[in-house]
């Protein structure tokens, strides 16, 4: 597809960086519908690929959501995957699921976690490694990785609330908005040889198609019908009205996101700004009480800061993981190579597979290159 199928040749000349109203005015409509258009083709192509979660995440999730739950098949399944098994690990470590003592074996993170948390958990995990990533829009990325799971927490919370099954709600919340990834996963691969669209031209393209690209990806990984048929309409009041009632739970989730500072910033014309006549609509057909003070919008605050020091921990694990080997000292820098000194995670064992010891070398390897 050529450029000048992506891009009109100039944006409007009325259009000014400043001045919001000129901007929406001249909202280069036929850029939006030529890029759009293209997006939808390549969706659609038989030949795209979309983007590979682990098949052990996948299983995982599989076997969480069975009412025979096998705990020590769960654990023989991440041992498959030592750098999914590591983040799990890190996870059931952080503000969010911590406990007295550090957990140091996969099995007792696994029961620390719960058999059915496990399965969302692996299914973020395996999202923040493998979806969430575009060096060409990195700054929004993590607005999405953030927003997305603030969403599913609030999700898991409202439906709950509401007295719905929440089986699937925190699993719609975290992928209502996959689809902006995709599209971003795209457009970051044509940023190589094209210029970057106009901010105004890509909020619009993301709102108008994220919603179907979501469900598209969905299906293809195979997860339950439930959560594609929300996810494919979770904005606008189509949301509450026509949609199943899952649909009101994240259009709510989003709506508070919104609220409370956890958005995928599109700017001002964008479908993930706060809509209060939505917000008042989803909360009455919920039958929830969210006025400000209320039981439910404490709990919904306190959920919120659990998300983001749970966040700021994995942030800033990350950034020690991170660090160039540079910086260190020369001396450091080769006691570092000729004498390696494994830190404390590196003892990590299951106690369902001690005899594995090619699993365990592998697991440690991968640990200390995660927290050394």
């Known amino acids: 597809m050529s450029s000048g199928e992506w891009h009109a040749s100039a ?3 009325g259009g000014k960086s400043g001045d919001a109203g000129a901007n929406e005015s001249a909202m280069p409509l036929a850029s939006v519908l ?5 997006l939808r083709a390549i969706f659609g192509s038989p030949g795209y690929k979309p983007p590979m979660l682990p098949s052990v995440a996948l299983e995982i999730h599989d076997l969480s959501c069975r009412p025979d ?7 023989a399944l991440l041992e498959r995957d030592p750098m999914l098994a590591a983040h799990v690990l890190r996870v059931a470590n952080s503000p969010m699921f911590r406990g007295r003592d550090a957990e140091t074996s996969l099995r007792s993170a696994v029961l620390r976690l719960g058999l059915k948390n496990l399965g969302e958990v692996v299914f973020e995990i395996a999202l923040h490694m ?8 990195s700054g929004m990325m993590e607005e999405l990785r953030r927003h997305s799971t603030a969403c599913a927490n609030l999700c898991r919370l409202l439906a709950a609330s509401a007295g719905l099954d929440s089986e699937h709600a925190f699993l719609c919340g975290l992928l209502h908005d996959i689809g902006i990834a995709a599209v971003l996963i795209v457009l970051g691969e044509r940023r190589k040889s094209e210029a970057a669209l ?5 909020a619009e393209v993301l709102s108008q198609v994220h919603e179907d690209v979501s469900a598209m990806l969905v299906r293809q990984w195979k997860l339950p019908d439930e959560v594609a048929e929300v996810v494919v309409c979770h904005h606008g009041m189509a949301a509450v009205e026509k949609a199943p009632l899952l ?7 989003d709506a508070l996101t919104a609220r409370f500072k956890f958005a995928v910033d599109l700017g001002p014309r964008s479908s993930e700004s706060f809509d209060g006549d939505l917000f008042q609509a989803a909360s009455t057909k ?6 400000p003070g209320s039981t439910l919008e404490k709990e919904v605050r306190r959920t919120l800061a659990h998300v983001d020091e749970a966040l700021k921990h994995k942030g800033a694990v990350e950034a020690d993981e991170q660090a160039p080997s540079a910086k260190l000292p020369k001396a450091a820098k080769k006691r570092s190579v000729s004498h390696p000194v494994p830190p404390p995670t ?10 594995q010891s090619s699993w365990l070398g592998r697991l440690g390897r991968a640990l200390r290159r995660l927290f050394s």
């Open 198 to 202: 106009e901010p105004l031209v890509l």
């Open 130 to 137: 493998r979806v969430f990533r575009s060096a060409e829009y």
């Open 346 to 355: 590196s003892k990590v064992t299951s106690a369902a597979r001690k005899g």
């Open 11 to 13: 944006p409007s000349a």
């Open 34 to 38: 030529r890029v759009s258009g293209g």
């Open 69 to 75: 739950i096998d705990t020590e098949k769960l654990v």
């Open 286 to 291: 919920l039958r929830l009480d969210l006025a």
């Open 247 to 253: 649909s009101s739970v994240v259009a709510l989730a």
